[in-house]
């Protein structure tokens, strides 16, 4: 399984992103999705996840202002980014997990000035 997050970049406090994330191989739609992060001198932290069949949840911190949503018959799971804030800028990794296993692709940057 490879992953390959896509569309960080810099943008100011109140603005909105959508990160991509391309899944290879055939498990995609029975797989769940998940988007984490790691800011500056921080641990690495959950953003939020959706299943195969397109529930999601989100940490506290994002919630209201960052959406997921996926694209089984493209293999591509998105993350909508809206209202963001400074304390928003990390590195955003996609995770795909079935039956016990996780995979990560490498990171995004996405910095968010004041």
């Known amino acids: 399984v490879q992953l390959q997050a896509s569309g960080g970049g810099l943008v100011q406090a109140g603005d909105s992103l959508r990160l991509s994330c391309a899944a290879s191989?055939?498990?995609?739609?029975?797989?769940?999705m998940a988007w984490h992060r790691q800011g500056p001198g921080k641990e690495r932290e959950p953003v939020g996840m959706?299943?195969?069949?397109?529930?999601?949840n989100y940490a506290d911190s994002v919630k209201g202002r960052f959406a997921i949503s996926r694209d089984n018959a493209n293999n591509t799971v998105y993350l909508q980014m809206n209202s963001l804030k400074v304390e928003d800028t990390a590195v955003y990794y996609c995770?795909?997990?079935?039956?016990?296993?996780?995979?990560w692709g490498r990171g995004t940057l996405v910095t968010v000035s004041s």
């Open positions: 995770g795909l997990m079935l039956r016990g296993q996780s995979y």
């Open positions: 959706i299943s195969g069949g397109g529930i999601t």
């Open positions: 191989g055939s498990i995609f739609s029975r797989s769940v």
